[in-house]
């Protein structure tokens, strides 16, 4: 029998995991999505391992360890995140090496208190990176004003990045203008641009969530006509923009000196209205060069009833009718995208905040 989540890989995209846990890492969970499901690289962001370490008891025993030898909190979070971003890249870096580097990628993010700070993301990043000491790690950095100068900076510095949180076609078109001037300066600077990579993390279905509520409000045929269709419209025509640049003359000097492309990976695939097919965001965004990042509910639901086939060049005009009709119906969808991205941060925020106070919680216990 077939699995669409294998299949995916001919048609030029590549299935990521939107999760991270210790046990998942160690009784082989994560080894069977990579043997069975042609798993090609993981995810993770401070909500993921909120739920991970504030909610198991998986990482008991070595917060206990180091409680003893006297660590805050902050040191406990490092500590524990570190070990599983490693275990997951040395699980991956067979994968990673077969595929000449495209994948076998795990993600680690940055502080989501630094998402207005470039100086102190840069340094964060920096450190991260050499601290999990894996040519297979990829850090992630916020899309934000701050941020996208970060971006060019870490990618100069040849450190591979993941950038996240964008929503909108002036955010992609920032990051991967950011990537080319970094690249351009690795590549001024004499080092080998063919030993980095990036993605580039597209939102997708919280911008669904977002308009669509605005659509309900205006109670009109019209406005109803286009529920559950912006996120994916969205989407397509910013994959029309990843293939005019990475494509074209943008980046035709770099692609004779062996630079890979910034791939555009769909990001916040989960269905969030139960009224849509659970594979909404995975069936109808498959193509070339591309990454979908999965959470545990969504890889169940296409290995079990996905739809695989080239999707994502298809209906590219009536896409953008989608969005020429927003914007006729008087809905701003770049002003609601930039509103997502500054709720993005705070709810990362947010989660990093409750989970240092869960390890603060597992300290004051287990001591």
Known sequence: MKNPLVELHAFGQSFWYDNIRRKFLHDGTLKQLIDWDGLRG?????????QA????????????????????????????????????CDLFVDLFTQSQRQDGYVSL????????????????????????????????????????PAVRQLISDGININITLMFNMAH???????YIQ?????????????????????FVSRVDSAVDKKLAELDDAAANALLGKT????????????????????FAALHELGAPPQRLLWASTSTKNPDYPDTIYVDNL???????????????AFRDHGVVANTLEDGVEDARLVLDNLAELGINLD???DQLQVDGVTAFAKAFTTLMAAIEDKVQRLS
């Not at 050499?130 to 297979?136: C, G, H, K, S, T």
């Not at 992609?172 to 950011?178: C, G, I, P, T, W």
């Open 42 to 50: 993981m995810t993770s962001n401070p909500s993921i391992f909120e």
């Open 53 to 88: 370490i504030g909610k198991s008891d998986d990482y008991d025993e070595q917060i206990s360890q180091l409680v003893q030898k006297g660590a805050d909190t902050n040191t406990i979070y490092e500590a524990v995140v570190l070990a599983d971003i490693q275990t997951a």
């Open 109 to 148: 993010e940055v502080s989501p208190h630094l998402a207005r700070d470039t100086e102190g993301t840069i340094a964060e990043a920096r450190r991260l990176y050499y601290a999990v000491d894996r040519p297979n790690v990829m850090i992630k950095v916020p899309a934000t004003p701050e941020g996208i």
């Open 172 to 178: 992609y078109e920032a990051v991967a203008d950011a």
């Open 182 to 202: 970094g690249l351009q300066q690795l590549a001024d600077s004499g080092r080998d641009v063919r030993q980095i990579a990036s993605v580039a993390s597209f």
């Open 231 to 250: 996120a994916i419209a969205n989407s397509k025509v910013v994959y029309l923009r990843f293939k005019e640049l990475f494509h074209g003359p943008a």
């Open 286 to 300: 498959i193509g070339p060069e591309t990454v979908n990042t999965m959470p545990p509910a969504t890889v169940d």
């Open 335 to 337: 002003e609601i995208t």
